[in-house]
């Protein structure tokens, strides 16, 4: 009996990343239509799965958030777009995925508000302190990769660029979330992509 039961037990924890791997899925797929709960006990009830299943997974809300932008930002890839991809046209096309999903914009908005409390939310402060490394890394080195053809102005400073356009990218999505009557992303960014096109763009001729 007791060989059985260590049989089961080990079936289990092989089980268990699947598992996991579910419910993020689910998650998303929640999030993406109806934005984010308010709690884990009502998120757990939103993708059907129970509050005890939930904390055995996660054991808290600010983990679940994080694990499931992780997923969903696994999922869409956009840094592996090739480096000849302009800063601004990767976040635009970041943006153009983003307007089917507004609830994962609004978790984002969550997870970046939360990130200010550095006390309440210690883990989603880092994982968005990190992301925001990684974001800006690689938008500088496309801004170098511009600056390397002549398409982009050798004065200008890569690491400033890039948080210029992150800033834009998400205060821009910030404001179609509020009102996306009234903003266009794509079109906003193309103004700002004049500045700093992709490295396939020609270089101004004299």
Known sequence: MVNGDAG???????????????????????FAERGVGASLRAIGEAIGVSHAALRYYFAHRDELLVEVYRAHEARGGERAAPEEVSAVALMERSAERNASIPG??????????????????????EFVQARFRGVRADLAERVRAGQATGAIAPDIDPSDAAAL???????????????????????????LERLLPGSDHPAPTE
């Open 8 to 30: 089961a037990q080990a079936r289990s924890y092989r089980k268990a990343p699947e598992r996991r791997a579910q419910i993020l899925a689910s998650a998303i797929a929640v």
């Open 104 to 125: 994962l914009v609004e978790l984002y908005a969550t997870l970046t508000t939360d990130a200010l409390q550095a006390q309440q939310h210690p883990e989603t402060r």
């Open 165 to 191: 356009v992150a800033a834009a990218s998400d205060g821009l999505q910030l404001q179609w979330l509020l009102d996306p009557d009234a903003v266009d992303v794509r079109r906003s960014l193309e103004l």
